[in-house]
């Protein structure tokens, strides 16, 4: 009787171990897609205004990559803004940190960017913009995840 229930415990385990590396696989899909982002990103795009410096601080890196499901859209969506295609309301030339906060984990940079525009539109301020726009998309992020 107690080998029965031995095995029973351990087939309940094994299954529980299966089981947790299945629902762990999404967030290891995640760390890949940010640390293919970042490969892509550091010593290949310049991060400073007069376009030199591709050598980032790896924490801003990983800020922007944090979390997309697509790799190479928060680099898109940074090299978009940094080209001076989005006005924030007083020109196109923004600081890098802010570029980050926009474009931080981005999955889809053109929906990033038009939530963006259209915020700046409608007369909201800036900075409140991107919170707007960081919540939505993680939002989506989060329904795709469920």
Known sequence: MKLQH??????????????TGLVA?????ANDNETQCFNDI???????????????DPENIKQLCSGTASPTEPRK???SVKM???????????????????CSGTDNAEQTLECFNK?????SDWRDVILLCQ???????ANKLM
């Open 25 to 29: 696989s999404p967030f290891a899909m």
């Open 135 to 141: 919540r939505a998309h993680k939002v989506k992020h």
């Open 77 to 79: 969506c940074f090299s």
């Open 84 to 102: 001076g295609r989005v006005n924030w309301g007083k020109g196109t030339d923004w600081e890098w940190k802010n570029v980050i906060n926009l």
């Open 119 to 123: 915020g700046v539109a409608s007369g």
């Open 6 to 19: 031995k095995s029973r415990r351990t087939a309940l385990l094994v299954a529980i171990v299966a089981l």
């Open 42 to 56: 550091q010593g290949k795009l310049a991060w400073n205004d007069d376009n030199t410096n591709m050598n980032w």
